[in-house]
């Protein structure tokens, strides 16, 4: 008795289109929310620039008031605030980022919806949603820093646990969303694994000798 074993692949090329599709709608949501980001953070920046730019100086708008040594230190330091507003690299970066996630969407999309190549697209996903958690690291690290020095700077006195909880708030909220996002890729990555099952075949070998 001879005992073999045969590795017999099985692909439910059926099964694996589904979870597939079902990842590039995701992604599409996301790719989608990317694009509304990117107008935002490019309109928003753009609207500030401007309004930085046009704003009188202190001096022209204080001339007229009453007391406008007191009037030109209250606007200078508007003006102070709205001008590290408008620097922050949230409005720049973070629209590059945003951009580069719609754009890169796109052909993974149509990658996971064909189901063509279901390793190439379940590889190309995790790229990019580590470059989803990147981007997003990012904004929220920029607005927390930006906020924790304007809080510095007018309220001393307060801003020490505000800011420990907008930050834990912040950070936990992107933290829990990406988990969530791995966690379905995670699930589409177990159900469109090649599978394999391993099978013992016996078998006999008689021999009849003749005397």
């Excluded at 694009?35 to 609207?47: P, V």
């Excluded at 930085?52 to 008031?65: H, I, L, M, P, R």
């Excluded at 966690?183 to 070998?205: G, H, M, N, W, Y």
Aim: aromatic share 12%; glycine share 4%.
């Amino acid at each position: 008795m001879e005992n073999t074993i045969k590795v017999i692949s099985k692909k439910n090329n059926e099964l694996n289109s589904f979870w597939l599709k079902g990842g590039s709608i995701l992604i599409a949501f996301l790719s989608l929310a990317s694009l509304i980001g990117l107008i935002f953070l490019l309109s928003a920046g753009l609207y500030l620039e401007n309004l930085y730019e046009n704003t009188e100086s202190a001096e022209e708008t204080c001339k007229n008031d009453l007391n406008p040594e007191t009037c030109e230190e209250e606007v200078n330091l508007i003006l102070q605030d709205l001008e590290e507003f408008v620097e922050l690299k949230l409005w720049d970066v973070g629209a590059a980022l945003s951009g580069l996630l719609f754009i890169t969407s796109i052909p993974l999309v149509l990658t996971l919806w064909t189901a063509d190549n279901p390793d190439l697209a379940i590889k190309s996903s995790w790229m990019w949603i580590f470059l989803h958690a990147t981007s997003q690291i990012f904004i929220i690290n920029e607005y927390n820093n930006w906020s924790k020095q304007f809080l510095d700077e007018k309220f001393a006195d307060v801003q020490s646990l505000f800011q420990i909880f907008e930050t834990i708030f912040s950070f936990a909220g992107i933290i829990c969303c990406e988990f969530f996002l791995f966690s379905i890729l995670a699930v589409i990555t177990f159900q469109v694994r090649p599978k394999s099952e391993l099978k013992l075949q016996d078998e006999k070998i008689n021999e009849n000798s003749e005397d």
